[in-house]
């Protein structure tokens, strides 16, 4: 099982990077897809969440409006567009999935908005 996270970078605020996670040794169109994500000296918390046909979607009330999870199932990749970011949105993002009792992640990505 393996999640590899990429797109992050430096950023001005109120600018936009769409994040991805290519999803392998598993059949990824099974399972519901999370994005989380961990700011400096804070906990990871949840900012997305896509059911595994698509179908559904979730967001923390920071991403409602401004972030968009999708994915695509032929690719095994889940995406996060973020639009309008702001410098409380610097963190590492991290995928996620829940398998066989335990959570999965991938290594994260870094997102940096400043100016």
């Known amino acids: 099982v393996q999640l590899v996270e990429s797109g992050g970078g430096l950023v001005q605020p109120g600018g936009s990077l769409r994040l991805s996670c290519a999803a392998s040794?598993?059949?990824?169109?099974?399972?519901?897809m999370n994005w989380f994500r961990q700011a400096p000296a804070k906990e990871r918390e949840l900012v997305a969440a896509?059911?595994?046909?698509?179908?559904?979607?979730h967001y923390a009330f920071f991403a409602k409006d401004r972030f968009t999870i999708s994915r695509d199932n032929a690719k095994n990749t889940v995406y996060l567009q973020m639009n309008r970011l702001k410098p409380e949105d610097t963190a590492v993002y991290y995928c996620?999935?829940?398998?066989?009792?335990?959570?999965?992640w991938g290594q994260g990505t870094e997102v940096t908005v400043s100016s």
């Open positions: 896509i059911s595994d046909t698509g179908s559904s979607t």
């Open positions: 996620n999935f829940y398998m066989r009792g335990a959570d999965r």
């Open positions: 040794g598993f059949t990824f169109s099974n399972y519901a």
